[in-house]
């Protein structure tokens, strides 16, 4: 997506999924991006897609979507109708717990009982992908990307902070 920015990207002003994000009024950023051809949206922490943000984001062929087993963002059912809705080629799933990695985000699922039975399931062996419009799969494909190794368990020290910030913003909830 680095070559995104040049080519084309736009933010949508989207919901937040419920009841997620009120300290600061639910607004989520749907971001769709085009490069090479190809529409790269990443849906964020949205709630169900309305019908005119669908419309904005047109054709779609890799969509970046929140889903877990634990429906944190989205229920299983949303998923599938946003699916439908936007056809997309390829369906990366993110926002969903990793063993060993978020231990303490005990809302979130794995995805694991979300992905059984589902047809054109891809594990990718790599966090990096390279997507061609001529290779696209023409049924919708489930591409699952292993963590980046960037990627750290949170601290003692985050898993603090965070549970203070958390504390701050339910108190701020409560005052209005």
Same mark, same amino acid.
């Given at each position: 997506? @680095?070559?995104?920015?040049? +080519?084309?990207? #736009?933010?949508?002003?989207?919901?937040?999924?419920?009841?997620?994000?009120?300290?600061?009024?639910?607004?989520?950023? #749907?971001? #769709?991006?085009?490069?090479?051809?190809?529409?790269?949206?990443?849906?964020?922490?949205?709630?169900?897609?309305?019908?005119?943000?669908?419309?904005?984001?047109?054709?779609?062929?890799?969509? /970046?979507?929140?889903?877990?087993?634990?429906?944190?963002?989205?229920?299983?059912?949303?998923?599938?109708?946003?699916?439908?809705?936007?056809?997309?080629?390829?369906?990366?799933? /993110?926002?969903?717990?990793?063993?060993?990695?978020?231990?303490?985000?005990?809302?979130?699922? +794995?995805?694991?009982?979300?992905?059984?039975?589902?047809?054109?399931?891809?594990?990718? @062996?790599?966090?990096?992908?390279?997507?061609?419009?001529?290779?696209?799969?023409?049924?919708?494909?489930?591409?699952?990307?292993?963590?980046?190794?960037?990627?750290?368990?949170?601290?003692?020290?985050? @898993?603090?902070?965070?549970?203070?910030?958390?504390?701050?913003?339910? @108190?701020?909830?409560?005052?209005?």
């Amino acid at each position: 997506l @680095q070559q995104a920015a040049a +080519d084309g990207a #736009v933010g949508i002003q989207a919901k937040h999924a419920d009841p997620w994000g009120k300290e600061f009024g639910q607004i989520n950023t #749907v971001f #769709v991006a085009e490069t090479g051809g190809l529409r790269f949206v990443h849906l964020g922490d949205n709630g169900p897609l309305a019908t005119d943000v669908a419309r904005r984001m047109g054709r779609v062929d890799v969509l /970046m979507l929140p889903v877990d087993d634990a429906e944190h963002i989205l229920k299983l059912r949303e998923v599938e109708e946003i699916v439908r809705q936007v056809k997309p080629r390829v369906v990366a799933p /993110m926002h969903y717990a990793l063993a060993g990695l978020s231990p303490n985000h005990k809302d979130m699922g +794995d995805i694991t009982n979300w992905l059984s039975g589902r047809p054109n399931v891809r594990r990718l @062996q790599s966090h990096r992908a390279e997507f061609r419009a001529a290779e696209l799969p023409r049924d919708v494909s489930v591409w699952v990307f292993p963590p980046s190794p960037e990627l750290r368990r949170w601290t003692p020290d985050y @898993q603090k902070a965070l549970a203070l910030s958390r504390g701050s913003a339910a @108190q701020r909830q409560e005052a209005l």
